[in-house]
Structure formats: C-alpha cells, structure tokens
C-alpha cells in the first residue's frame, strides 16, 4: 500500500504544478516537488512515468499533459485538474485499504476521533462498488469558495514557505497583495482559515480561504523564530478570531427549553453549571475571550439564553442584536403603532443582558 499511497502523492503534487499558472515547472522541478512531499528524493525514471501514466487516457487519467518552450510542463487545459477525472478501480483499492487500516486504529484511545472519518469512507467507498446511493450525507465540500487554495497553504506550512497572496479584505473588493508566512489551517463552521503571520503586522492573522484570489512563492526566507502555538491560541475562544488574550467569566442564564441541548453541546470547553433552578433553567459560566464568534453563537440560541454580568459583555450583545434588527425588512416600531398597543411582540425578551 505505501508504493501505492506514494504514486498518489506524486500524482496529486504534479497535478498541483501544472495547474499552478503563476511560474513554470520543468522536469527537476517536479522531481523537487515530489521529493519534497515524500521527504526523499525521487528518481527521474519516477517522475517520467508518472506524467506518462497520467496522459494514458486508457490506465490512467487521459490528463492534457503538454510540454511548452521544450522545457515546461503544464495542462493544455488550465482548468483540468486530476480531481475531476472517473476515480479508478486501482484508486479505490488503495482507498479500501487504507480505511482497513486505519480502522484498525480507532479502537486505541489517541485515535478514536477518527471513528466516524472511518465510517464515511468506508460507506462512499462501498456506495461507488456497490453502484448504490450513499446512507451517510455529510455537508457538501465542493462548492466550497477557497477550498482550492487548501493544499497550496498546507504546502506551504509543512514546507515553511512564504506566500504572497492576492486577497479581498472585508471592507473592500479590491485585489490586496500581502506576504504571509502561514502556521496552522483551521476549519469552523465549514469555512477554512488560514492562521499565520502577515508581514508588518504584529500577532497571528487570520486568513479565510475564500477570500484569497491569487497567490505565488515569495522568494523570502521563513523566519526561524516565528511559532504558533494551537492549544494556547485556541483554548480561550470560540471560533478562530482572537484580537485580545483577556479572559472574561462570563454568566448566563440558559432557559430551560435548551438546558438539555447545553448540557451535552457544551458552549465552550470552560463551561460550567453554577446552578439548576427548579423551573429547569440553568446559570452557566464560561471563562473565554469573547470574540464575533461568541456574540454570534448567542444570537443564535436566542430567545433562550441571557447574559447576567459582566455588563459591557451584555451591552455589546444588545447592540450587536439592534443592529441585525435595524437592517431587517420588517419594522418593529411601525408594529407598535399599527396594533395600538405602543408595545412590539419583541420587548419583553429582547435584552439579551437582564439588568439593561
């Protein structure tokens, strides 16, 4: 299986090259590359059948493989990508096995997170044999905005190589240019960010995927002294946004239509339950840094959940909550006066913080 595992890697790190437009790639270059990914060197003989076998139409993937200026290797289409070719009965094979095998690992303790990966595959792989629709549905990756630029920055944090990235920042459409040496990738909520260092700026910065539009290799070194340290930067947080380190004890009141729900989904790692009341509401207590994350998991849960203290926390909630309710179509103060009463549906539990 690890002559196989290795023919895919090389077939996944050449395909990346060729569909890389912003440089060229002749042949030692694809040998760097694959000897790179598989941490020795690989053989020229190696690398030359791979692109032979990748252009078989009928073995392997009838991939476009063209060569331009006698040198350079790129795809005649630059849209083609090996992910999009029929997956073969020879990939599926490598696929059984290697779920076989890591199957044999979830039993022990350090792996056992790995359980329902496990089943998945196993599943998608029994589906395609079996020529059947698919009992597990997880939520679709493949229209994913950014996604394509997940094994570029894996590359390049596994390798320490320094990207320059062209990027829409939040506030404008605009194409921004900005060297980043990145660390750690992270996915919440079905979004991928990147987590690094941008140059000139101070502290971790925060990279969503989908809003990169282009990027190339800087030719810059990666500093030796920079770290990321993911159980310290995360352990504090919700979500991936952490502009400050101050931890905050945080008290809310949980109603008790989702007390159970918090119970077992817990709010964060750090909760917990100062006490049950006999309605089956319940205070909890979560020590974090709260960030958007936080106010938007609040908002989520609402009307079932109050922030007690601290007061500036449950102010910025408020506010946070009047200017969602502001951009709405609906208007709560044109209701007041049309049923008369000078009361909206809303204000006996809008505050989100109890002593506003």
């Not at 597990?136 to 894996?154: K, L, M, Q, V």
């Not at 030796?224 to 995360?234: G, M, R």
């Not at 958007?292 to 203290?309: A, C, K």
Request: charged share 30%; aromatic share 10%; proline share 3%.
């Amino acid at each position: 299986m690890a002559a196989r595992s290795d023919a895919l890697l090389r077939y996944k790190t050449i395909d990346s090259c060729l569909r890389d437009t912003t440089r060229k790639y002749s042949l030692k270059d694809l040998i760097n590359e694959c000897s790179a990914v598989l941490g020795r060197r690989v053989s020229t003989r190696t690398v030359q059948l791979d692109i032979q076998f990748m252009r078989n139409k009928k073995e392997g993937y009838g991939a476009p493989v063209t060569v331009y200026e006698n040198k350079y290797y790129r795809y005649r289409n630059p849209s083609y990508s090996l992910t999009d070719s029929v997956i073969k009965k020879r990939d599926i094979a490598s696929l059984q096995e290697m779920a076989a095998t890591l199957g044999q690992y979830v039993a022990f303790k350090e792996f056992c997170n790995l359980k329902s990966a496990v089943n998945i595959i196993e599943e998608e792989i029994a589906s395609i044999v079996e020529k059947r629709e698919s009992v597990i549905c997880c939520e679709s990756r493949e229209n994913f905005a950014g996604i394509e630029y997940f094994d570029t920055i894996y590359d390049a944090i596994i390798n320490k190589k320094v990207l320059c990235i062209g990027y829409h920042s939040s506030r404008s459409n605009n194409v921004i240019s900005m060297i980043f040496y990145p660390m750690y990738l992270k996915e919440y909520r079905g979004r991928w960010f990147a987590l690094g260092y941008k140059d000139g700026i101070k502290g971790v910065y925060r990279l969503p995927l989908d809003r990169i539009r282009d990027f190339s290799y800087s030719i810059l070194p990666f500093p030796e002294e920079l770290d990321f340290d993911p159980e310290s930067y995360f352990k504090d947080i919700i979500g991936v946004t952490k502009l400050t380190s101050e931890v905050r004890d945080i008290i809310l009141l949980v109603k008790n239509r989702i007390a159970p729900y918090l119970k077992l989904n817990l709010l964060h790692r750090s909760q917990t339950i100062l006490e049950e009341l006999e309605n089956g509401d319940m205070k909890i207590s979560v020590k974090i840094v709260p960030n958007r994350e936080f106010y938007t998991r609040i908002m989520e849960l609402l009307p079932d959940i109050q922030i007690l203290s601290p007061r500036d926390i449950g102010m910025e909630a408020n506010s946070r909550a009047m200017a969602l309710m502001e951009t709405m179509p609906y208007n709560f103060a044109a209701e007041k006066e049309e049923n008369g009463s000078g009361k909206s549906f809303c204000d006996d539990d809008f505050n989100l913080f109890s002593n506003v």
